[in-house]
Nanobody, 114 residues
């Protein structure tokens, strides 16, 4: 059964950067298209970026230029690099595969202060 553990979040000032990590277990990570999602207080969870099994990437239009998704199949790890953080990026960030999503992990909290 696939499980994902997110890490790398924290409290940062606006304009800062973070790299989030998601370690996968219990699945053939290299065979899964993956996504990073976020959920801000009072909002629904939204997909912010996705990456195919061949590392073709897509980032939500409004986030392009600041968000970069990547994967390291040898480490069963998915990454999300975020630059120029804004207060509106404050959310819990999650990862999951796009097809047959597994149970959601605890996510990693990103808080951006102005």
């Amino acid at each position: 059964q696939a499980q994902y553990v997110e890490s790398g979040g924290g409290l940062v000032q606006a304009g800062g950067s973070l790299r989030l990590s998601c370690v996968a277990s219990g699945s053939t990570f290299s065979g899964d298209a993956m996504g990073w999602y976020r959920q801000a207080p009072g909002n629904q969870r939204e997909l912010v970026a996705r990456i195919s099994i061949t590392s073709v990437t897509y980032v939500q239009n409004s986030l392009r230029g600041r968000f970069t998704i990547s994967r390291d199949n040898a480490k069963n790890t998915l990454y999300l690099q975020i630059h120029s953080l804004k207060p509106e990026d404050t959310a819990v960030y999650y990862c999951n595969r796009l097809r047959n999503p597994a149970a959601w992990g605890q996510g990693t909290q990103v808080t951006v202060s102005s």
